[in-house]
């Protein structure tokens, strides 16, 4: 019971306080991209637009940066949405043939 954020030490006559709840921001996480010889560029490309809304320009440096230096950044999100998008790039690119890992950071 007092290990429990809702509560405190203090008597409140039974009153939860849960402002600290209320400004409790959530843990986000980086959604890495890995290169890897085999994926086109141009799917890579196509991947960041359309799972995370990127346009051409931002796409194409993103999928440059991944390409010359190993891995970058796709997105920042929160965990849920970070894993769903992680495993519907993976699945799409496995259906379309292509090696394309990623995978979560904390932040
Ligand atoms: N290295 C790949 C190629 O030369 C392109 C690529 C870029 C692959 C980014 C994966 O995450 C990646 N075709």
């Known amino acids: 019971m007092s290990n429990d ?15 600290k709840i209320e400004t409790q921001k959530p843990a986000l ?16 490309v196509m991947v960041l637009q359309r799972f995370f809304g990127h346009n051409t320009e931002a796409a194409q ?31 799409f690119a496995r259906k379309n043939e292509h090696p394309l890992q990623l995978q979560l950071e904390k932040e």
């Open 5 to 19: 954020k809702r509560f405190d030490d203090d008597d409140n006559g039974g009153v939860i306080l849960d402002k």
């Open 61 to 91: 440096r993103i999928m440059l940066h991944v390409h010359q230096r190993g891995v970058g950044v796709c997105g920042i999100f929160t965990y849920e949405v970070a894993e769903a998008k992680a495993d519907q790039v993976m699945t």
């Open 29 to 44: 996480y980086r959604v890495l991209m890995l290169n890897d010889d085999y994926t086109p560029m141009e799917f890579v």
